[in-house]
Every structure is written in structure tokens, then in C-alpha cells.
């Protein structure tokens, strides 16, 4: 036996030789007293209480039972309670449900405990009829307590008897048990803050024994402690790789230490200067207060409810945060709110914010790219409805202008000023075509190499600025040579014949051209046959013009009614091919320079809408094509001011309008201001022997006429 069993076997026998005998025979009486005295007072509560439930069992009220057992539950000294019908084997109502309770407590009696009393009572009416019982078990502490408080001033008694013998021994063992676990316990304190702890000079008793076991014990704390913090290390490098900031806060909004490095990366010096995740979130004068407000509302709510309805609330906090850092871009972060549990049972709050920026962004850009593919396609769907034939003969002429610029790029080591003008036309040509088949890309690429033209304009012919801005008209040429072509697959794609739509026109434009070639110039029968075969109905011409009109009106922030004469005519097949981009200008310049807002038009006494009408007609020399419009017609004194130095050799005023970079806009846009489109359409239609010229009547309007040269001829009958 050891001797930490042999002291406690010697203080047991003393204590309880002598303090056992005397307790049994001064407190038994005492507590038999204590019980009967807690019997008489159980036995009273309960008979008053089944004469209170006595009407409910009568008429079935579980209500009422329930309620009554409620009341009897206040008094402390009732430990349980139940209520039986007269017949049922089951309770029915339990202070505390237990199925496994007897159904002998509804027998009338008293059962005694070690710590309670059960007292059952039949339930009567008053003529005596049993409705059933009730059955309420009181508490034995008090009276226990009490037994026990004598018990140990008893055995206190016992113990100063005792004290000398205890101390004798516990001085004698002092050197071989208490002195070594007064050691132990050291030691432990030690390794609990963490230190390196290993006891030395053991003995081989039961203490020397618990010395080697608190060696190994401190040899797998420490092992363990260097694999958790490695896991940790692990953990901890996985959150800080994951594109997450996590930050922990309380009820009340106050930050805590964990955080994730991103979190850091995110807010950096923030958590230094702000204690609340509100602030984080919501920078005061950085967010819409309304967006703070709806945080703040939410958050106190947070701190409020218990864990286990966390999860509904969190359906109703913020899902999106837009964050501007002081010195960074703004991010848009998916955010999430978990529960965390703590140790003190207060509320605590994990939030995990994800970077999506780089994914909407790119949702954005694949939205959008879907809404150009998709409006292209409409477009080319309705190009189909009209005619195809125009937009082939679009893309053909594009190219073909597109090969003759680059070839002139190519030829020169310089850009040159008529290079320079060739290609400004061209490009200016080629966006007003472009709009009218909602071709956006072309526009835009268009618009900026007009852009870099127009900067170069100034600058000398070999100077570093030309040779910069030839660089970009090259690049930007095969950008349009591409786009053109995606442009040609999408008008394939909306074709329901395929690539065949390229091809498809009245009669094979190879063959007409062979026939142009070979009896166009004649002046027989079949001469005229072959250039009415060649030739479009102006109608066809016009089909993309109409849509491109309410479109540029409502950019200006006017209204325009177009009006369309002699859509049956026939055009000549040099003259159509020309004619779209003609038209395109005019229609374009009469709706940025002519028409007036309709609040001008009002005061001025005419019509809100204003009103532009194209006319074809077959003439003695070929077809006549006019434009003209109701609008304020030319400012003559403006033109004079933008035209500078250059001389009218006795022209009208309004040949000014036809000179390189001479426009009447203020500040050039996608619209005019240029001072190259009348120049355009000047130049593409002479080039099939067409002139035009441009009347104006200051408040009227404006009217320009296409009419065949004087030595060409180009009627076309039938």
C-alpha cells in the first residue's frame, strides 16, 4: 500500500471512529423530526392543490392544468409534479415530462426519499366522486442541509481531535510526498506558460512514477503545440493566398484582431485609423449615407439576436460593396456574414469579402460585346430586308478605297498633304457609310484616325508628327480591314442563304460589268438595256438612311421628317456606287447645320418637325438628285470668318462650304466640324462625272442639287 493510502486509511479511521457513532445517535432523531415536520407541510400543499384542480379534471380543461401546475411550480420546495385522470394510465400534465414515470403515483400514499418526499392525493368533487390525482414530489434540502450543518459541527468536533494525529502524519510524509508534487506543480504552472519543463532526480515510488509521467505528458504537449502552429502557419498562408479579406467584429461593429493579409492589402492603413466595420465599409463622405444608414440599421439588429437566427438575418444584409481606397481604384466586393462562436457567449460576426471586380468587368465586356454582336446582327437582318445588294457593294467599295490608301501609305516614306487629304476623305467617307449600317467599330476607328489626320493637318510633310500619325493610319487601316471583315461574316451569318448573299443581286455583277464594259458606251437598244441592268432603284439606295436620320435627330436633340421622291428611278451604276456616302453627308449635315431646335422652330413661327426632302427624277442628261431642307439655311458671315485667306474667284459665298477643314461647328464631334464632308462628297461624285451644288436662302433653308457633268450623259430610259 502507498503512503499516500496508508495517511488517508489512518485520518479516516480516527475521523470516522469516533465522529460516525456520535452523529448517527445525536442527529437521527433530529432529522426524523426535520422529515415529518416537511411530510405534514407536503401532504397539506398537495391536498390544496388537487382541490384546485378538482373543476379542470372535471371538465377536461388541459389549459387550466397546465396553468395550475405553473402556479405550483413557483413555490421552491416542489422538486416535480403531475395529474392523473381517474383511469388514464398516462399523466395529463407533467411539471417535468418523464415517460418513464409509474403510473403508481396515482395511488394515494406517501413515498419517502433520501432527498424528497412523494405525496399522492386523490382529486374528488364534492359529493365525493374521484376525478383523478394529483401527485407532487417536495424537496428534502433544506432538511438534508440542516442535518448535515449538525452533522458537521459534529464532525468539526471529531477533526480538532483528529488535527494532532493528521498533523503528526502529514509532518512525517511531508519529506516523501508533499515536497515532490509541491515540485510537480511548479513544473505544471511552467509548461501551462509555455516553457520547456522535464523534472529530474526521480525516485522509483508511486510519486517518482506520476514525476515520469508528467516528463512524457510535457514531451506530447510540446510536440503537439509545434504541429498546431505549423497547421496554423499552413492555415494561415492558405487564407492569406485566398483573394478573400476576412475581418472579425462583435455585436456592436468593433473590429477584432483576426484578419486576413488580404484584408490588410485591402484597407491598409483603415484598421489604424478605424475601430468600426462600419467605417471600413463605408467611408463616411466616400459612400451614399443611405447605403451607411441601412448598415448601421442592420448591424444593431446583429448584435441583438442569437446565433440560431443568425442565418435568417444574414439573407438581409448587404451582398455588394463598392470600395474606394484612398489611393487605388474602386473595387466592387460580394460580401458574406457568418456567426462566430465565442467563449464569453457574446455576438460575434465573421466577414468574408470576395474581389469581383475583374469578373464583372468582364461580365460587363461580354454583356456588351453580346448587345453589339446582337444590334450588328439586327442590322444586317434589316439590310437583308432591304436589299443586301447595297451593303455588298459597301463593303466592295470600302475595300477597294481601303487597298488604294494603303497602297499611297506604302508608296511614300512621308505622308503628304494630298496623301493626307486622300485618306481624311476616305475615312470621313467610310464613317458615314459605316453609321448608316450601324457599323459602331468602323465608326469609332474612323473617327480616331480622322482625329490623328486632323492633328497632322498643321504639322510639315517629313516632320516627326506626320511620320507618328502615318504610323497610327497604317495600324489603324488594318484594324479597319479586319473589322470589315467581321462585318462581312456577320451579314453572311444573318443571311439565311449563307456566304451566297454576297452574291446575290438581280443578275451576276460579273456579268454586268462585262456587259457594262462591253455595250455600255453604245447608244442602241441593247446599250440602253445593258445600263438599265446595271442601274439600282434610288429607293434601295436610300434604304439605311431613313433609321440613321431619327437616329442623328435625336443625338441633336431635334425632330426631322424625311421625305423620299422617286424611289422607282433608276441611278446609273457608276453613280450608285457613289451615291450612298453622298447622300449619307448631306443628310448628315442638314441635320447638324440645318435644322433648327424645335424651340427655335416655335418662336420662329415654324413647325416643330423639321422637314427634309429628297427627290429623284430622270432629267435630259441622266437623274437629278436633290436635297433640301426648311432649316436656317448657311451663315454666310460665318462661312467668310472660317474660310481665312482662301479667295472665292468670284464663286458664291457658299462654295466656302466645299473648302478642306472650312465648317460653321464651334467644336467638331461625331456629328460635323470637320470641314471635310461637303469636300467628300464633291470629290466621290466626281468621280462619276457628277457635279454638285448647294443654293442656300438665310431662314429657309438649304437645297443641294446632283446633276450629271454637261458632257456627260447618262439618261436612262424605261
Not at 453622298?582 to 449635315?589: I, V
Amino acid at each position: 500500500m502507498s503512503l499516500a493510502s496508508r495517511l488517508a486509511l489512518w485520518i479516516f479511521a480516527l475521523v470516522a471512529g469516533v465522529s460516525l457513532v456520535v452523529a448517527f445517535q445525536l442527529t437521527g432523531r433530529e432529522h426524523d423530526h426535520y422529515v415529518a415536520s416537511k411530510e405534514r407541510a407536503g401532504r397539506m400543499l398537495t391536498e390544496l392543490f388537487a382541490a384546485s384542480i378538482a373543476p379542470a379534471l372535471d371538465f377536461a380543461d388541459q389549459d387550466a392544468l397546465t396553468a395550475s401546475l405553473g402556479m405550483l411550480s413557483q413555490n421552491p420546495e416542489v422538486v416535480d409534479a403531475a395529474i392523473w385522470s381517474a383511469l388514464g394510465d398516462k399523466p395529463l400534465a407533467e411539471l417535468h415530462p418523464n415517460p418513464k414515470r409509474s403510473a403508481r403515483g396515482r395511488d394515494p400514499g406517501v413515498e419517502l426519499g433520501s432527498d424528497h418526499i412523494d405525496i399522492a392525493v386523490l382529486a374528488k368533487t364534492p359529493t365525493g366522486k374521484a376525478l383523478g390525482s394529483a401527485w407532487v414530489r417536495v424537496s428534502l434540502a433544506q432538511e438534508n442541509a440542516a442535518f448535515a450543518a449538525v452533522r458537521r459541527r459534529i464532525f468539526w468536533l471529531a477533526f480538532v481531535l483528529s488535527a494532532l494525529i493528521a498533523g503528526l502524519l502529514v509532518a512525517m510524509l511531508r519529506r516523501t510526498i508533499i515536497s515532490p508534487l509541491a515540485a510537480l506543480e511548479r513544473a505544471a504552472q511552467r509548461l501551462a506558460r509555455g516553457g520547456v519543463v522535464e523534472l529530474g532526480e526521480l525516485r522509483r515510488d508511486e510519486v517518482g512514477r506520476l514525476g515520469h509521467a508528467f516528463n512524457h505528458m510535457a514531451r506530447v504537449i510540446r510536440e503537439r503545440e509545434e504541429r498546431i502552429v505549423a497547421v496554423n502557419g499552413r492555415l494561415q498562408g492558405l487564407l492569406d493566398h485566398m483573394r478573400q479579406a476576412i475581418v472579425v467584429f462583435d455585436g456592436e461593429g468593433h473590429l477584432a484582431t483576426e484578419r486576413s493579409r488580404f484584408a490588410h492589402e485591402l484597407f491598409g492603413d483603415a484598421f489604424g485609423s478605424h475601430t468600426d466595420i462600419c467605417d471600413l465599409l463605408y467611408p463616411v463622405g466616400r459612400s451614399p449615407e443611405v447605403e451607411r444608414e441601412a448598415f448601421r440599421t442592420w448591424l444593431a439588429e446583429a448584435g441583438s439576436i442569437a446565433p440560431d437566427g443568425f442565418d435568417e438575418l444574414s439573407e438581409l444584409a448587404p451582398r455588394e460593396v463598392k470600395i474606394r481606397p484612398e489611393n487605388g481604384e474602386e473595387r466592387l466586393f460580394e460580401l458574406e456574414f457568418r456567426a462566430v462562436a465565442s467563449e464569453d457567449r457574446k455576438p460575434r460576426v465573421m466577414l468574408l469579402a470576395t474581389d469581383v471586380t475583374s469578373q464583372r468587368r468582364l461580365e460587363r465586356t461580354a454583356e456588351a460585346s453580346e448587345r453589339e454582336h446582337q444590334k450588328q446582327l439586327t442590322a444586317m437582318r434589316r439590310l437583308l430586308a432591304g436589299g443586301g445588294q447595297v451593303f455588298v457593294r459597301f463593303l466592295a467599295s470600302a475595300r477597294e478605297r481601303l487597298d488604294s490608301a494603303v497602297r499611297e501609305l506604302s508608296e511614300r516614306p512621308f505622308l503628304s498633304t494630298e496623301i493626307l487629304e486622300n485618306v481624311f476623305r476616305f475615312v470621313h467617307t467610310l464613317r458615314a457609310e459605316a453609321r448608316s449600317f450601324d457599323l459602331g467599330t468602323v465608326e469609332r476607328i474612323a473617327l480616331a484616325l480622322e482625329l490623328e489626320l486632323a492633328g497632322a493637318r498643321p504639322a510639315p510633310e517629313q516632320s516627326p508628327v506626320r511620320a507618328s500619325v502615318r504610323s497610327k493610319i497604317s495600324s489603324g487601316c488594318g484594324e479597319l480591314g479586319r473589322e470589315l471583315a467581321t462585318a462581312e461574316a456577320l451579314f453572311v451569318e444573318s443571311s439565311p442563304i449563307g456566304r451566297r448573299v454576297l452574291e446575290q443581286v438581280t443578275v451576276s455583277r460579273e456579268d454586268v460589268a462585262a456587259l457594262v464594259r462591253r455595250y455600255g458606251g453604245q447608244s442602241d437598244e441593247l446599250g440602253a438595256l445593258v445600263a438599265r441592268l446595271a442601274a439600282r432603284p434610288f429607293g434601295e439606295l436610300l434604304s439605311a438612311l431613313p433609321d440613321s436620320v431619327e437616329r442623328w435627330a435625336v443625338k441633336e436633340g431635334k425632330r426631322v421628317e424625311l421625305i423620299v421622291n422617286g424611289r422607282e428611278t433608276l441611278v446609273p451604276a457608276e453613280l450608285s456606287e457613289r451615291l450612298g456616302a453622298a447622300l449619307s453627308h448631306l443628310l448628315r449635315n442638314a441635320v447638324a447645320h440645318g435644322i433648327e431646335p424645335p424651340q427655335y422652330r416655335r418662336e420662329h413661327g415654324k413647325r416643330e418637325a423639321g422637314r427634309i426632302e429628297v427627290t429623284c427624277r430622270q432629267g435630259a442628261a441622266g437623274v437629278v438628285i436633290s436635297v433640301s431642307d426648311d432649316g436656317a439655311g448657311f451663315d454666310e458671315d460665318a462661312l467668310r470668318e472660317k474660310s481665312g485667306t482662301f479667295e472665292l474667284g468670284g464663286h458664291n459665298v457658299v462654295e466656302l462650304a466645299f473648302a478642306a477643314g472650312v465648317s460653321t461647328r464651334e467644336r467638331p464631334d461625331d456629328m460635323a466640324g470637320h470641314g471635310v464632308g461637303l469636300g467628300a462628297v464633291r470629290a466621290e461624285l466626281g468621280k462619276a462625272h457628277y457635279l454638285v451644288s448647294i443654293g442656300s436662302e438665310r431662314g429657309k433653308g438649304v437645297t443641294a442639287l446632283i446633276e450629271p457633268e454637261p458632257a456627260k450623259t447618262g439618261a436612262i430610259h424605261g
